[in-house]
């Protein structure tokens, strides 16, 4: 299937559940390795008082036959942008949306929330033990610590 979105113009999706997610052939099916993406600027809404809320989003992967388009997957996280949920929700339902479609042989995400009245939320999801004989990185996100 080609890719909706490389190459082309594309508006930011509605919604979540509006945003396609495109994936391409793996360029190297038969070799294991790990693909990382970092969202820093991650943004979404609160469900109950409609105020953004702020994450560092670490996702992790290793392939099988194809990988998501870069570009899909930033409109689809931006289409969160307008989206009322918990960080829970939201964390999981990324991880577990990208381990249904593109079915790799493991991905794991980690969700850095920044503090919703006075408390961080940090949530992470996997879909099982990583492979044996790849190299998964820690994801590095320091917890947050505020002013102290």
């Known amino acids: 299937m080609e890719p909706r979105h490389l190459g082309q113009q594309s508006p930011l ?7 396609v997610l495109d994936y391409v052939p793996n360029p190297r099916a038969g070799t294991r390795y790990l693909v990382r993406f970092a969202a820093p600027e991650f943004t979404s809404l609160c469900p109950v008082t409609g105020a953004p809320d702020f994450a560092h989003l670490v996702i992790d992967y290793v392939p099988r036959a194809t990988i998501v388009e870069s570009k899909s997957l930033k409109l689809f996280l931006a289409s969160f942008r307008n989206h009322g949920a918990f ?3 939201v964390t999981v339902g990324i991880g577990q949306r990208l381990f ?8 794991r995400i980690g969700g850095y929330w920044y ?3 006075g408390i961080p939320i940090d949530v992470f999801w996997q879909s099982g033990e990583p492979p044996e004989g790849v190299w ?3 994801q590095d996100v320091p917890g ?3 002013r102290g």
Do not use: K, N, Q
Not at 13 to 19: G, M, Q
Not at 100 to 107: G, K, R, S, T
């Open 87 to 89: 960080h829970e929700d």
């Open 144 to 146: 947050y610590r505020g």
């Open 13 to 19: 999706p509605a919604s979540p559940e509006a945003a």
């Open 115 to 117: 503090p919703r009245g």
């Open 136 to 138: 998964v990185p820690a």
């Open 100 to 107: 249904d479609e593109m079915a790799p042989e493991w991905l």
